[in-house]
T-cell receptor
């Protein structure tokens, strides 16, 4: 089976940096995805990691350590519009992506 | 815009009724996934179809069924509806059938059972 853990909620200040962690246990590993979901809207793709290391994309970066079953999403220069849920999802074998419950991020002034 | 379309956007119906949700995948995507998301809950995977065939099954109730048609659009049928079925239902599509590639989500159908 697969298990994905991420914090339920986080709060950060506008302009700051926040790190959202995700740990996973899976048999087989094909890659790890991060999605952003605003309330009542569809999830949208943010990043994909298949190899260890950091992937940077503008204000967002994602890190993966396969040996530790660990990833984080780093958001820099936080803006109010970044208030959303962030979903970690893991692909393994030939099974569909398994999504974590998501981390609800609140950005405050 | 992800390229995935879902209809209807909103649906209000009574307990015991039956509804059909429709999804058209992105052009070129053969895989379609259905998810249920209740209030403050994570995405619960229901079922996956690939090129017309059922490929994977998640936590889908027996009262629910789905199919994918030759033109690759998919329908999710929910019957004997209960209050607890009220949720957002998302459809997603991808190119790869393995499920380990990026999924593109439709805007969702919000189902309210009264």
């Amino acid at each position: 089976g697969q298990n994905i853990d991420q914090p339920t909620e986080m709060t950060a200040t506008e302009g700051a940096i926040v790190q959202i962690n995700c740990t996973y246990q899976t048999s087989g590993f094909n890659g790890l995805f991060w999605y952003q979901q605003h309330a009542g809207e569809a999830p949208t793709f943010l990043s994909y990691n298949v190899l260890d290391g950091l992937e940077e994309k503008g204000r967002f970066s994602s890190f993966l350590s396969r040996s530790k079953g660990y990833s984080y999403l780093l958001l820099k220069e936080l803006q109010m519009k970044d208030s959303a849920s962030y979903l970690c999802a893991v692909g393994s074998g030939n099974t569909p992506l398994v999504f974590g419950k998501g981390t609800r991020l609140s950005v405050i002034a | 815009d992800s390229g995935v379309t879902q209809t209807p956007k909103h649906l209000i119906t009574a307990t015991g009724q039956r509804v059909t949700l429709r999804c058209s995948p992105r052009s070129g995507d053969l895989s379609v996934y259905w998810y249920q998301q209740s209030l403050d809950q994570g995405l619960q995977f229901l079922i996956q179809y690939y090129n017309g065939e059922e490929r994977a099954k998640g936590n889908i109730l027996e009262r629910f069924s789905a199919q994918q048609f030759p033109d690759l659009h998919s329908e999710l049928n929910l019957s004997s509806l209960e209050l607890g079925d009220s949720a957002l239902y998302f459809c997603a599509s991808s190119v790869d059938p393995s499920g380990s590639d990026e999924q593109y989500f439709g805007p969702g159908t919000r189902l309210t059972v009264t």
